[in-house]
């Protein structure tokens, strides 16, 4: 493990849903099916990945996450990876420290390189997790509770380790099904009360413990193939979600949540979306305000 510490700027994130208000993205300028790294490409291998359409459906995300007040960060695209979009999973922030994963698949490191040339260039301190494989999209931030996906991009000597570097924190492993990717693909908190849940990935008992602390959000199996649990929560019960989610946006709805419905249908078909596409490094309660 690698620390670097230099003058640090405010870096923050407590929980999944306060309020966003900085956010690192990547364009899919690259983007494409080279390898086959999970059952979503599997299916569309064929049809691959329009990059224009792509694109422009990023953007429009991108334009929506800056006119709800996110500062939108972007890190340059690089031809070599082609799964740069997904900047979830190359580093996690919690509490006020941001932590550089270890990325599992081969297609996929290196992109982990550019966060920290831009964490260094910006001086902001990082812990980086060079020993063992862990992805930021099997780590969920509850407060003092992590949730952390066993896949097969996030072993468990990783989760070891980083019970060893948060000893304050109550770490949770979920093992479910490796062939939904990342944990966020199954289970994704939106409020201290509230998550969605795919409960066929994940086994009873620990689907009955997730139940005993949150009002759980049944994701059908159709809506999951389209990711209905990777939702973006950007704080004020705001929550980006698919256009054509129509159970999970409806369901959001009722809950007196604001839906907001983008198309990013072709970033989908690499097996990612909202949340799969953000990486949060300042979240902060609405009680708070930041000078």
């Known amino acids: 493990m690698i620390a670097v510490s230099n003058q640090p700027k405010r870096i923050q994130c407590n929980n999944e849903y306060d309020d966003l208000q900085k956010v690192i993205l990547c364009e899919p300028q690259f983007m494409a099916i080279r390898e086959v790294i999970n059952e979503t490409q599997e299916h569309f291998k064929n049809e691959n990945i329009n990059i224009d359409r792509a694109t422009w459906q990023h ?4 334009q929506l996450l800056s006119d709800h007040g996110v500062e939108v960060i972007k890190l340059p695209s690089i031809q ?3 799964e740069q979009v997904f900047t979830r999973d190359i580093g996690f922030t919690i509490g006020q420290t941001i932590f550089i994963a270890e990325m ?3 297609i996929r490191q290196g992109e982990e390189n550019e966060l920290q040339k831009w964490l260094e260039k910006e001086h902001i301190s990082f812990l980086n997790l060079i020993e063992y494989s862990i992805e930021g999209g099997d780590v969920i931030v509850d407060g003092n509770t992590l949730y952390i996906g066993k896949s097969s991009r996030t072993n468990e000597r990783a989760i070891h380790q980083l019970k060893s570097i ?9 093992s479910f099904n490796e062939k ?6 199954v289970f994704n908190i939106i409020s201290p009360n509230e998550a969605f849940i795919f409960p066929e990935a ?3 008992h620990t689907v009955k413990m997730l139940s005993s602390r949150f009002d759980l959000i049944e994701v059908t199996e159709k809506e999951q193939f389209t990711l209905g649990t990777n939702v ?6 705001k929550v980006f979600s698919l256009m054509g989610n129509q159970d999970v946006n409806n369901q959001l709805t009722k809950r007196g949540y604001e839906v907001i419905e983008v198309d990013i249908s072709e970033i989908i078909k690499s097996g990612g979306s909202f949340r ?8 902060q309660s609405d009680k708070i305000s930041i000078h």
Do not use: M, N, V, W
């Open 59 to 62: 953007g429009q995300f991108s």
């Open 104 to 106: 599992a698949a081969d």
């Open 166 to 174: 948060l000893p304050d924190y109550e770490i949770i492993p979920i």
């Open 202 to 204: 994940i086994d009873h």
């Open 276 to 283: 799969c596409c953000t990486l949060p490094i300042l979240r």
């Open 80 to 82: 070599h990876y082609p």
């Open 180 to 185: 939904y990717l990342h944990l966020d693909c």
């Open 232 to 237: 973006l929560s950007i704080g004020r019960k």
